[in-house]
């Protein structure tokens, strides 16, 4: 393959977020600033439309750069070449050859991107994990995502499949999980944990509860973990206790992978990480005392995700320029 | 520094392994292959006696041979450099420039090496994991050692210190565990978790423990899980059950672990591993039935170690060659 030369090398990428409900698109510099954005809803779980979604977005992006190539990202399990969808869980996508179907619809490199090692990468390069010779990400939103970057590389293990820490089982027999088995970490620490959690609260009619009752006009399904981080974020005690027992696992989950990677830093993003200090304070606290070893071996820091939401697409964008060169 | 030839690369080197209650050394060839051994009684905790001993067993293994390099290998934490213990559980090191101290005295290249770590590559490079490109080790003896071999090199994690699979808290407020924490998977699935267990049902004085509390003549405090293991290799059916149980939390430890690493196998050594499929088919049920994604994901395959309890030190031989090299 004919190597790019270095103008090219630093030009222009497209990286493409899908999720189950809507599908961004950045245009992104070789120094990971989004120039220009585009969106669309989610066209339904159809492979066909959501490619054809993508080609849209990207005609949009490209009309008036030069762009070299295209990053998709979204959350399911992608081959190790990026070239396959083996499995992703909100899109019916089983073993779909969507790069091949993206590189001649689109006539550019496509490369298919598992969202958090997308985020992750991100991170790493342009983010909070810069200069980390093994950082570890973790994403929390309704589940908890992962990804490592090690040695300067992401690492997704032998099949691609690595990363999958939320799955981690941390309580034998405990909550049901969308992944058919019980306790794994996510349903402890991710934002749909404490949407459970303050939802149990408020229809116990516990008397703490009474402010986030009234916030969602006692409609108590319409609590979600976003709406306790708000409330939280404003001084609801019964909100910010939620929050602090979140932020226990987390950092109980934290001290196991601190265990087993040993990383200089782990990164936290994901929508839950909105929560700031009121979920990295007792997270920080939690891995200080769960973490083996303490006092005889240097710790991990705890830091936030540095670029927030457009990480993936910037991320996915940035793998897609560098799998093109080779 | 000046880099050996080739025939001196292949040449023979001494690895070390520093037990608890023994010193063993190898002379080991360039194939992984222990010429000759030699051994003494650990010499209590003092630095300078167990140096003294190490240069003792070097002196008697090089007598007839020419040797490139040590490899010393012991429980705890090395620097990432090999030069310094940061601390050793079982010998009163902490911070000690072991390597630094050898030299002088021996003359030689010397490597220090995690245990754990040693086997793991002895196991990669001459043993059960041969060309496999994500390895996982598990070391079952009265803990869990842990080590990984990814893309051909030992993954240590930042600060080298990595692999204390062993340590990751599966049962939160679960058994105590000697690193301080409760619930750490070695509580559950090592040879003192099994040892445990069955003086626990022994004490209990229960219709089907009466085989193994005669085998102890009454003497409960006296079953081991080397005992345990025996006597169901003998085919006594309560201590069957006991091993049953511990592979199965064997197995949903290895699941968490393939979640984040996603390796292409698990080698499963140390004392405990004598069970064989005694341990290894429960193992493999428990970790196929917690494996998250299972189905949709290709998985490990679980293996019994090949080297037996020689690889800790093949494997010191076989790195200090490597680190002499550079």
Redesign the interface.
């Known amino acids: 393959m004919r190597l790019p030369s270095p103008m090219r090398r630093r030009g222009l990428a497209i990286g493409i977020d899908i999720g189950g409900t809507k599908v961004a698109a950045g245009l992104v510099d070789g120094d990971g600033r989004v120039i220009a954005e585009a969106r669309r809803s989610t066209p339904g779980q159809d492979p066909r439309k959501v490619e054809a979604v993508i080609v849209d977005l990207v005609r949009e992006l490209s009309a008036k750069h030069h762009v070299w190539s295209v990053g998709i990202g979204a959350a399911g399990?992608m081959d190790l070449a990026g070239s396959t969808v083996?499995?992703s869980p909100h899109l019916a996508w089983?073993n779909e050859p969507l790069r091949e179907n993206l590189e001649r619809l689109l006539r550019r490199r496509v490369h298919l991107v598992n969202d958090a090692d997308g985020a992750a990468w991100a991170e790493w390069r342009f983010g909070a994990g810069i200069g980390?010779?093994?950082m570890v990400c973790v994403t929390l939103g309704t589940g908890i995502g992962?990804a490592m970057v090690?040695d300067g590389r992401l690492?997704?293990?032998?099949?691609?499949?690595?990363?999958?820490?939320g799955?981690?089982?941390?309580?034998?027999s405990g909550q049901r999980?969308e992944?058919?088995?019980r306790g794994?970490w996510e349903q402890y620490a991710s934002g749909n944990a404490l949407g459970r959690e303050a939802r149990e609260l408020a229809a116990a009619n516990s008397p703490v509860a009474q402010e986030l009752i009234r916030a969602v006009d006692g409609d108590i399904g319409a609590i979600t973990g976003a709406v306790v981080t708000k409330m939280a974020l404003d001084g609801d005690q019964a909100c910010i206790e939620l929050l602090e027992e979140v932020g226990q696992w987390l950092g109980?989950g934290l001290?196991?992978?601190a265990?087993?990677?040993?990383?200089?830093m782990f990164v936290i993003g994901g929508g839950l990480s909105a929560a700031g200090d009121l979920l990295l304070e007792p997270a920080r606290r939690s891995f200080a005392r769960?973490l083996?070893?303490?006092g005889?071996?240097?710790a991990?820091q705890l830091e936030l995700a540095a670029l927030g939401p457009a990480a993936g697409m910037i991320g996915a964008a940035d793998l897609s320029r560098i799998a093109a060169r080779r």
């Open positions: 399990w083996l499995f089983r980390q010779s093994r992962g090690m690492e997704r293990g032998r099949f691609g499949v690595a990363g999958e820490f799955h981690q089982i941390i309580m034998p999980c992944c058919g088995n794994c109980l001290a196991n992978l265990a087993a990677l040993d990383p200089g769960n083996t070893g303490r005889f071996r240097p991990a």
